[in-house]
């Protein structure tokens, strides 16, 4: 097979076999031509360049390339909306737990409640050294469905715990699990789409997170009317999402393929369609080889100090809403089945601000970072309005906590940046554990920051998502004009993007994006 064929690619020109089509209007079919193999070195190349060459083909068929990404979108989008979902719910409720009487029921005392919260994040952090190397050696979906399985377990679990070890003990357990989840969704979105359709695919997938906070106090409020069972309705809860989140986990272990090789809803033809469409990625599909030199490349790499940065400052505030934006509501003044309720606006709010930032994004209306900058102005405004505004003024604290919540799409942006960006399968594995370490790091930090002492008002708290979000803005603006000035770079040195895709030597090789004279950071 002629990796010439696959490599005449490019964001601008997509070419399959001796078919172009320039806009995205004028996409019609994919010609799937692959000539006869000839040697080359396969010790670096991606899995898919190994499945082209086994199903090479001398006869030309025509696909429907809409047809194809139609049918993954019924597949893998949906799977990872619900695993996602299924493991931030249980996030959102601990927060209602909170104020369901859970504290009360175990006897934590002084800072205990923080200590739990964070020995999730904290077994999280250290789980991250290791995860990008495990999940560039397993069969991603069976791993990721397996997790998924035992994360359940553990949520009905906690359940059963009488005391404060017992809690941080389930908690550390969790934070194992927990790790694997955002970096392998991350991975498995990328090896589908290409740069241009990840983003909605993302945000469908996260929207999720908005979903949870609302079927979460749902949940709360429904549980804290149960009087008939013999014992604590935050129980009840959790047994019931822990089971939910064992289907889940079950069904996503048989489901889920472990890449489009593996995707059994698609044909040979389709699936070769599939890799040849994302080839313009640059960042390839899959490759279990660990690659010294690349761990060199994302140690010196810029743009990942950066982005890590942007996920410390953005979970920070995360942090602070996810585990207490609950209890900010109920010291205004709310019972604990009103707190419940009057948390669900946020959600929907985050959901929103969520598909509208993919669709700008998608539509290239607004370019990422001025999303990234503009939703954290949001947060900026919500947090600015709680920390001075009259806190008995409850009209104004809610629209604060509400309006903090179009912050949701950073995390988003940021996960979807870090696979469209970093090229380089153990490069990228580095870099998917960094975003996850940042985010670790972020919600260790943040509940720490609401401390009981400083209750109803929780001041500090307030004045650090001021600080975060505020810092968060800074960075992304100066990760923007790292990527402008490499890109600019590169085009006055290699000539513009157009030019040099078709002059790659090997569109399947494992090299990094510093390596790929065709490769353009999108921002």
Same mark, same amino acid.
């Given at each position: 097979?002629?990796?010439?064929?696959?490599?005449?690619?490019?964001?601008?020109?997509?070419?399959?076999?001796?078919?172009?089509?320039?806009?995205?209007?004028?996409?019609?079919?994919?010609?799937?031509?692959?000539?006869?193999?000839?040697?080359?070195?396969?010790?670096?190349?991606?899995?898919?360049?190994?499945?082209?060459?086994?199903?090479?083909?001398?006869?030309?068929?025509?696909?429907?390339?809409?047809?194809?990404?139609?049918?993954?979108?019924?597949?893998?989008?949906?799977?990872?909306?619900?695993?996602?979902? +299924?493991?931030?719910?249980?996030?959102?409720?601990?927060?209602?737990?909170?104020?369901?009487?859970?504290?009360?029921?175990?006897?934590?005392?002084?800072?205990?409640?923080?200590? $739990?919260?964070?020995?999730?994040?904290?077994?999280?952090?250290?789980?991250?050294?290791?995860?990008?190397?495990?999940?560039?050696?397993?069969?991603?979906?069976?791993?990721?469905?397996?997790?998924?399985?035992?994360?359940?377990?553990?949520?009905?679990?906690?359940?059963?715990?009488?005391?404060?070890?017992?809690?941080?003990?389930?908690?550390?357990?969790? #934070?194992?699990?927990?790790?694997? +989840?955002?970096?392998?969704?991350? !991975?498995?979105?990328?090896?589908?789409?290409?740069?241009?359709?990840?983003?909605?695919?993302?945000?469908?997938?996260?929207?999720?997170?908005?979903?949870?906070? +609302?079927?979460?106090?749902?949940?709360?409020?429904?549980?804290?009317?149960?009087?008939?069972?013999?014992?604590?309705?935050?129980?009840?809860?959790? !047994?019931?999402? #822990?089971?939910?989140?064992?289907?889940?986990?079950?069904?996503? /272990? !048989?489901?889920? %393929?472990?890449?489009?090789?593996?995707?059994? /809803?698609?044909?040979? #033809?389709?699936?070769?369609?599939?890799?040849?469409?994302?080839?313009?990625?640059?960042?390839?599909?899959?490759?279990?080889?660990?690659?010294?030199?690349?761990?060199?490349?994302?140690?010196?790499? %810029?743009?990942?100090?950066?982005?890590?940065?942007?996920?410390?400052?953005?979970?920070?505030?995360?942090?602070?809403?996810?585990?207490?934006?609950?209890?900010?509501?109920?010291?205004?003044?709310?019972?604990?089945?009103?707190?419940?309720?009057?948390?669900?606006?946020?959600?929907?709010?985050?959901?929103?601000?969520?598909?509208?930032? #993919?669709?700008?994004?998608?539509?290239?209306?607004? %370019?990422?970072?001025?999303? /990234? @900058?503009?939703?954290?102005?949001?947060?900026?405004?919500?947090?600015?309005?709680?920390?001075?505004?009259?806190?008995?003024?409850?009209?104004?604290?809610?629209?604060?906590?509400?309006?903090?919540? $179009?912050?949701?799409?950073?995390?988003?942006?940021?996960?979807?940046?870090?696979? @469209?960006?970093?090229?380089?399968?153990?490069?990228?594995?580095?870099?998917?554990?960094?975003?996850?370490?940042?985010?670790?790091?972020?919600?260790?930090?943040?509940?720490?920051?609401?401390?009981?002492?400083?209750?109803?008002?929780?001041?500090?708290?307030? +004045?650090?998502?001021?600080?975060?979000?505020?810092?968060?803005?800074?960075?992304?603006?100066?990760?923007?004009?790292?990527?402008?000035?490499?890109?600019?770079?590169?085009?006055?040195?290699?000539?513009?993007?157009?030019?040099?895709?078709?002059?790659?030597?090997?569109?399947?090789?494992?090299?990094?994006?510093?390596?790929?004279?065709? /490769?353009?950071?999108?921002?």
């Amino acid at each position: 097979m002629r990796v010439s064929h696959i490599r005449k690619i490019s964001q601008n020109s997509r070419t399959f076999g001796s078919k172009s089509w320039g806009s995205w209007n004028r996409w019609r079919t994919v010609r799937t031509h692959i000539e006869g193999p000839v040697r080359v070195d396969t010790r670096q190349l991606d899995e898919a360049y190994d499945f082209l060459q086994k199903h090479a083909t001398t006869e030309n068929q025509v696909l429907d390339i809409r047809h194809v990404r139609r049918k993954i979108d019924r597949h893998i989008p949906v799977l990872l909306y619900f695993v996602y979902g +299924i493991q931030f719910l249980d996030k959102f409720i601990f927060s209602y737990a909170v104020v369901m009487g859970m504290p009360e029921d175990l006897n934590l005392e002084g800072n205990q409640l923080n200590h $739990a919260s964070a020995a999730l994040w904290e077994t999280y952090l250290g789980t991250t050294v290791l995860i990008g190397f495990v999940l560039n050696r397993v069969p991603i979906g069976k791993w990721l469905g397996g997790v998924l399985t035992v994360w359940g377990i553990l949520v009905t679990c906690t359940a059963a715990v009488q005391n404060f070890h017992g809690l941080v003990a389930l908690r550390v357990l969790m #934070g194992v699990c927990d790790a694997t +989840i955002p970096p392998a969704c991350m !991975i498995i979105s990328s090896q589908y789409y290409r740069k241009d359709e990840q983003v909605m695919r993302y945000a469908g997938w996260y929207t999720s997170v908005g979903s949870a906070m +609302i079927i979460g106090g749902l949940l709360s409020f429904g549980f804290q009317h149960l009087t008939t069972t013999s014992i604590e309705a935050w129980r009840v809860m959790y !047994i019931v999402i #822990g089971g939910i989140s064992i289907i889940v986990g079950v069904i996503t /272990f !048989i489901l889920l %393929p472990d890449s489009p090789m593996q995707a059994s /809803f698609l044909t040979d #033809g389709e699936k070769s369609a599939v890799l040849k469409h994302v080839a313009v990625n640059g960042t390839g599909v899959t490759n279990r080889a660990w690659n010294g030199h690349q761990i060199v490349s994302a140690l010196r790499d %810029p743009q990942l100090y950066l982005l890590t940065l942007s996920v410390i400052a953005v979970s920070v505030s995360a942090g602070i809403k996810t585990l207490y934006s609950t209890t900010l509501i109920r010291g205004f003044g709310y019972t604990s089945k009103e707190a419940a309720l009057l948390n669900m606006p946020g959600g929907a709010v985050g959901a929103t601000a969520v598909l509208i930032a #993919g669709v700008c994004i998608h539509n290239h209306w607004i %370019p990422r970072w001025a999303i /990234f @900058a503009s939703c954290n102005c949001c947060s900026i405004i919500g947090s600015a309005i709680m920390s001075f505004m009259p806190h008995t003024n409850r009209a104004a604290m809610l629209a604060g906590i509400y309006i903090g919540f $179009a912050g949701m799409p950073t995390i988003m942006i940021s996960y979807q940046w870090t696979a @469209a960006n970093v090229a380089g399968h153990t490069k990228r594995s580095i870099a998917v554990s960094l975003m996850s370490a940042g985010s670790a790091i972020g919600n260790i930090i943040g509940p720490y920051a609401v401390q009981q002492q400083d209750a109803p008002g929780f001041q500090p708290a307030r +004045i650090t998502l001021l600080g975060t979000e505020a810092g968060s803005v800074v960075i992304v603006c100066c990760l923007a004009l790292y990527y402008m000035s490499v890109n600019n770079w590169r085009d006055k040195k290699y000539g513009r993007e157009e030019d040099v895709s078709v002059m790659e030597k090997d569109v399947w090789d494992n090299l990094t994006d510093e390596e790929r004279r065709g /490769f353009r950071y999108v921002y």
